[in-house]
């Protein structure tokens, strides 16, 4: 069912939406989930908080990008579960996380500083050649293993590895230039 | 700027970057010729025909493995694979009602060390209502009391690893889960024949439409005696390969088993840390976590790569040596296993098994 049905049928209260939706965007929702949680009950879980999020935020928001919108709000409600649990699982996040440099991960609070990071690093991506900026977000945002993107891409995985390296350097420069990051 | 900002940062990157990473390409497709058309039509109408005739149906705990690989390994299980499995699998079909919930043992999978269940959950729908498509149900398994029993080695406690869901044909709900025992004796199978395996669930979790998620608690135990299997012989391997360029470590006494692989890493720097995800061995230096010095993948005879699901390594700082194991995801014939690759980016070590 195309998205706009999709939406139309939230919109009119009808519990088909959550069903169509399932069926549509089940697995992606699924793959981002288990990519940062690395269990079923606790993907199993997300994704249905997922569903629900969606029924409760459709209407007032009418997504122009029914994936979009439910990739993200499973990628922030996985995070929140990563966060919440006591005994955190090594993970590709884990990885992740020590990729970035990053030692502990804290609420995820709006602020104004984010936003303007997020816009920087999004031009920044925009400027890099396509198959680059695909293996940069399919890791830092889908959280895949470095095996998974070398079948996504063809890529051999020491390439994959170093192209990340580099990228991360780049965009560290480019984030110390515009003054958010020292 | 705080420490985690660029991280929330990059959850926070455009929208349509997210989308493009995971467009697929679009090959362009061959044009076919009418002759060849003609021949595959024909070989469509010959499968078709024959499949009236012979529809087998996997049992649902073999289904729920086959998910669980593809998972795992972003790859369709392959046939002889869920063949496999389903020979050590059985329907159940044993139900329990309490607190006016049926669950209902569906099927089992039974290897030696671990089995696979699959219940389905059916509340009354005079007490509980019709079961709206926003409102789910599964089993809690953390607090369920799981044992197995033998004539030859008594009690075993187990416990339960991960579980899947989803709705079935009749539109109930399914649940499942994977116990483990790992202290069975050295030669003991679960699905040596004699093996009874019991199973108490007490806490049933509703997920409703507001996102309130009350719980039913009650009892619902099930006693089953597990499906009889042969366990493969274990495939050892004579070859040590010494890494000398990017990792200095040498492995030997590899062991294929039906659960896992395992083998002796022995090495003068204990300083690694275990960096894999779920589908990927991977090993790395604690100074260094960012780069990977060690990979080790499976690959089955039709060259599907073998998804695994957690590594285990067992440390003697005495003697320098490291006793890895590296679970599969779904129980595995040794002998489909056509090669297990080794490597560090500077060598690659393939140790050929069934050729």
Redesign the interface.
């Known amino acids: 069912m195309e998205d706009e049905k999709i939406i139309a049928l939230f919109f009119d209260r009808d ?2 939406a ?2 169509e939706t399932r069926e549509k965007y089940g697995p ?1 929702c ?2 981002i989930a ?2 940062i949680l ?4 606790d993907t ?2 997300c994704v ?2 997922t ?3 969606t ?2 935020s459709i209407p007032p928001n009418c997504p122009r ?1 029914l ?2 919108y439910m ?2 709000i499973t ?2 409600l996985a ?1 929140t579960m990563y966060r919440r649990r006591s005994a955190k699982k ?3 996040i ?7 440099q ?5 609420d ?2 709006e ?1 104004a ?3 303007e ?2 816009r ?3 031009d920044f ?2 400027a890099l050649p ?1 198959e680059k ?2 293996i940069f ?2 890791r ?3 959280y895949e ?4 993107i070398s ?1 996504t891409t063809g890529w051999k ?2 390439r994959i ?1 170093s192209e990340l ?1 580099r990228i991360r350097k780049k965009l560290k420069k480019h ?1 110390e230039q515009e003054g ?3 | 700027m705080k420490d985690d900002t660029l991280f929330w940062a990059l959850c926070d990157m455009d929208e349509a970057l997210i989308l493009e990473a995971k467009e697929v390409p679009i090959m362009k497709k061959k044009s076919m010729k009418p002759m060849r058309i003609a021949l595959i039509a024909a070989a469509i109408t010959i499968l078709l025909a024959g499949a009236v005739f012979a529809v087998y149906q996997y049992t649902r705990s073999t289904e729920s493995l086959a998910d669980r690989w593809e998972v795992f390994g972003n790859t369709e299980m392959p046939e002889a694979q869920k063949d496999y499995i389903d020979g050590k699998s059985a329907n159940i079909g044993e139900s329990v009602t309490d607190q006016d919930v049926t669950i209902t043992l569906d099927s089992v999978t039974a290897a030696e060390k671990s089995a696979y269940l699959i219940f389905r959950i059916h509340p009354d729908p005079e007490v509980y209502g019709e079961r709206q498509p926003t409102q789910h149900y599964t089993l809690r398994f953390s607090d369920s009391e799981i044992y197995a029993e033998n004539p030859n080695y008594g009690r075993i406690e187990g416990y339960s690893g991960g579980g899947g869901g989803g709705d079935d044909e009749n539109g109930d709900e399914w649940a499942g889960c994977t116990v483990n025992f790992d202290t069975l004796p050295e030669d003991a199978g679960l699905n040596d024949g004699n093996t009874t395996l019991y199973i108490s669930l007490h806490t049933l979790m509703q997920m409703g439409p507001m996102g309130e998620t009350p719980e039913i608690h009650g009892t619902w135990t099930f006693e089953m005696k597990l499906p009889q299997s042969e366990t493969p012989d274990s495939i050892v391997s004579e070859e040590t390969l010494s890494f000398s360029g990017g990792v200095e470590m040498e492995i030997r006494d590899i062991v294929l088993r039906e659960s896992d692989v395992e083998f002796v890493a022995v090495t003068d720097n204990s300083n690694y840390i275990f960096v894999g995800s779920g589908t990927q061995a991977e090993l790395a230096r604690m100074a260094e976590p960012d780069k990977i010095c060690l990979t080790v993948e499976a690959v089955l005879l039709d060259g599907t790569l073998v998804p695994t699901t957690g590594i285990h390594v067992g440390r003697d700082l005495d003697s320098r040596e490291h006793r890895w194991s590296i679970d599969w995801a779904a129980p595995l014939d040794p002998m489909q296993i056509a090669t297990l690759v080794f490597s560090d980016g500077a060598e690659r070590f393939e140790v050929k098994v069934n050729h």
């Not at chain 1, 884990?94 to 970035?100: D, H, N, Q, R, Y």
């Not at chain 1, 293993?145 to 998974?148: A, D, V």
């Open positions: 519990e088909q959550i069903f992606y699924t793959a288990y990519n690395s269990s079923f009950e199993e879980e249905s908080d569903y629900l999020r029924w409760n990008n994936k979009g990739g993200r990628h922030n995070l090594r993970s590709v884990t990885e992740v996380l020590e990729e970035l990053i030692p502990s991960l804290e995820l609070v602020t500083e984010r936003k990071t997020a920087l690093i999004s991506l925009r396509a900026r695909r977000v399919l830092y945002w889908y293993t470095i095996p998974s079948r995985e020491t590895k390296s984030l958010v990051m020292s």
